[in-house]
């Protein structure tokens, strides 16, 4: 009934209880049961007493369909695609699934994650129906080494798609986040499986906040989200997928050939520290200096005390330097 609910309410206009069950052919305290369950997990629903309730223009569930029917019929039919309710996490799935046998991209979407995670182990809040959680598993040859610069290329993909969405003054922080009035918005985590010398998959987790307008209490860094922005942009996140999906293939596709470099300067364009005092931590090393953007291969530059230095990805942890 939840599909059904979001297709009659997605013009963002108010819809009475009444007016919702009539056309469902349910009571209308079946219409405020289902939509209640969506209120407690913190979905954006409004409700307003003899009006009814509203959920913001372009809402909806994830729908394989609509997320196929909107790419080309020969990248879409070169897909393995899930599309799961609930799972722990899309990336630990797939990992979980990855045979060497099967060398072909797989996308993994969910509309709630139980286990969620992000970078060094971080919890990725993963609210019902609110934002994407996607995986997608990706073969590789010739090693890890030819995958340098592959979350940062993932990065700026987003941004592009983004842009074309309607959404302005997204950037990137090193290596792997979306940032949207100098907060998070988007995530990146990639993880290896296979013979990381040779044949190999990449595992590309995205999160995207699209809807997400409360969880604070369990975020411990300044977020934002689409919905949060206020801007008029696309909240529907199979177009957001779609669009995505799009944009990286044609974009990996150059990269298996060579390299990061070609998108070395798009990065550096949407780059939201450049040319601002940072601290680096790797580890127990902790670097200070000015952030110059990234090599050819995506390597971080600092201008620092002694001068340029470049960091390679890893465990770092960027953070603006207030003490400059």
């Given at each position: 009934?939840?599909?059904?609910l ?14 919702l069950g009539?056309a ?20 954006p ?20 369909e609509?997320?196929?029917?909107a790419l080309p019929?020969?990248?879409?039919g070169q ?6 309710d609930?799972v722990d ?5 797939l990992l ?7 060398l ?8 709630q994650?139980?286990a969620?995670?992000?970078r ?8 019902y129906a609110?934002n994407?959680?996607?995986s ?8 890890a080494?030819?995958l ?8 700026l993909v987003?941004?592009?798609?983004l ?18 009035d ?13 013979d990381?010398?040779?044949?190999c ?12 307008n409360?969880?604070?209490a ?6 934002t989200s ?8 696309i909240?529907?996140?199979?177009s ?5 999906i ?6 990996i596709?150059?990269f298996?050939?060579?390299?990061f470099?070609p ?9 939201a520290?450049y ?13 200070e ?22 960091l ?9 330097n207030h003490d400059?």
């Open positions: 009934m939840l599909a059904a979001f297709k009659m309410m997605s013009d963002g206009q108010f819809h009475s209880g009444e007016e009539k469902l052919g349910v009571s209308r305290a079946a219409v405020w049961k289902s939509l209640k369950r969506l209120e407690d997990q913190g979905f629903i409004q409700r307003v007493r003899g009006k009814g309730y509203r959920i913001p223009r372009g809402a909806a569930l994830l729908d394989l609509e997320i196929t029917a019929a020969e990248l879409a897909i393995q695609w899930q599309l799961l609930t996490s899309t990336n630990a799935l979980k699934q990855l045979s060497m046998r099967e072909i991209p797989q996308i993994c979407l969910a509309e994650q139980l969620g995670k992000g060094r182990g971080r919890e990725w809040v993963s609210p609110q994407v959680y996607l997608l598993a990706l073969p590789f040859s010739g090693g080494q030819r340098e610069g592959l979350s940062l290329l993932v990065g987003l941004v592009q798609t842009e074309s969405s309607g959404y302005r003054g997204c950037g990137l922080k090193w290596p792997n986040d979306v940032l949207l100098d907060r998070k918005l988007a995530g990146i985590l990639i993880e290896l499986g296979g990381l010398t040779s044949d998959v990449a595992i590309i987790g995205v999160g995207i906040n699209v809807l997400m409360d969880a604070a369990a975020i411990d860094q300044a977020w689409l919905l949060l922005s206020r801007q008029d942009g909240l529907n996140r199979n957001l997928i779609a669009v995505f799009q944009r990286l293939f044609a974009a596709a150059i298996r050939e060579e390299g470099a998108f070395a300067q798009a990065w550096q364009q949407h780059d520290w040319g601002k005092p940072v601290v680096v931590r790797s580890g127990a090393v902790v670097t200096g000015i952030e110059r953007g990234v090599d050819s291969r995506g390597a971080l530059r600092l201008d620092t005390m002694h001068g340029q230095v470049v390679n990805g890893g465990e770092v942890s960027l953070r603006l400059s």
